[in-house]
């Protein structure tokens, strides 16, 4: 089965960048909606950002402004470019394949992104 593949996380303090990248072979963009979640501790898995499989974009509103979801097409890598990072953003970020059609979803290991303060 295709996995996903993040990275791109690490220690940085508030104020900061990051970029995350999910690697997504064999991954068709164009069927998929490509989304990033993460999990607080103590917290359930949210939503951050998704592309669609027509490249329309939507991000949660703690994040707008802030965070950049993209993708390129022929890598089959999706990104998250996170700027002005605060500590409350500290949590483990997933990466997020779904297509709908035919009822497939996939989940990448996930990795690990702290702000300190």
């Known amino acids: 089965q295709v996995q996903l593949v993040e990275s791109g996380g690490g220690l940085v303090q508030a104020g900061g960048s990051l970029r995350l990248s999910c690697a997504a072979p064999g991954i068709n963009f164009r069927v998929n909606t490509m989304g990033w979640y993460r999990q607080r501790p103590g917290q359930q898995r949210e939503l951050v950002a998704r592309?669609?499989?027509?490249?329309?974009?939507t991000y949660a509103d703690s994040v707008k402004g802030r965070f950049t979801i993209s993708r390129d097409i022929p890598k089959n890598t999706v990104y998250l470019q996170m700027n002005s990072l605060k500590p409350e953003d500290t949590a483990v970020y997933y990466c997020?394949?779904?297509?709908?059609?035919?009822?497939?979803?996939?989940w990448g290991q996930g990795t690990q992104v702290t702000v300190s303060s």
């Open positions: 592309i669609g499989s027509g490249g329309f974009t």
């Open positions: 997020k394949s779904r297509n709908v059609a035919a009822n497939d979803e996939r």
